[in-house]
C-alpha cells in the first residue's frame, strides 16, 4: 500500500506559479511511477504528467508542456510538480498518483494509487 499526500496548492494570478509536492509513505518510493492529473471544475479528470521510477523519461498533456515540469527526488520520497506561467483554465483539483506499473502501462492503464487532491485556482 502506497500513501500520497499532496500540498502547494493555492490561489494565484494569472502568469504566476506554484510547486505542488506529494509526500509518499509505504512501500519502496523508488520503485513506483509516479503521475499528476487535474479535475477542473465539472470536468473529468485528466492526465497532467508522469516520470519514471528513475527519474528518466517524463511526459507531459499538451496543454501543459513547456510550462510544467515534473521531477522526483527518491531519496526524500517526493515528487513535485513546478507549475509556471500559469493560466486560469490550469484551475483544478490537482492529484498525485503512483503505480508500480511501468509509467507508460500506468498512463494507459491507470494508476492504482491516489492522493486526496490539492485545489489549485488561478484568478485573471
Known amino acids: 500500500q502506497v500513501q500520497l499526500v499532496e500540498s502547494g496548492g493555492g490561489l494565484v494570478q494569472a502568469g504566476g506559479s506554484l510547486r505542488l509536492s506529494c509526500a509518499t509513505s509505504g512501500r519502496t518510493f523508488s520503485a513506483y511511477a509516479m503521475g499528476w492529473y487535474r479535475q477542473p471544475p465539472g470536468n473529468e479528470r485528466e492526465f497532467v504528467a508522469a516520470i519514471s521510477w528513475s527519474g528518466g523519461s517524463t511526459y507531459y498533456a499538451d496543454s501543459v508542456q513547456g510550462r510544467f515540469t515534473i521531477s522526483r527526488d527518491n531519496a526524500k520520497n517526493t515528487v513535485s510538480l513546478q507549475m509556471n506561467s500559469l493560466k486560469p483554465r490550469d484551475t483544478a483539483v490537482y492529484y498525485c498518483?503512483?503505480?508500480?506499473?511501468?509509467?507508460?502501462?500506468?498512463?494507459?492503464?491507470?494508476?492504482?494509487?491516489w492522493g486526496q487532491g490539492t485545489q489549485v485556482t488561478v484568478v485573471s
Open positions: 498518483a503512483a503505480d508500480s506499473k511501468s509509467v507508460v502501462e500506468a498512463i494507459v492503464g491507470g494508476f492504482d494509487y
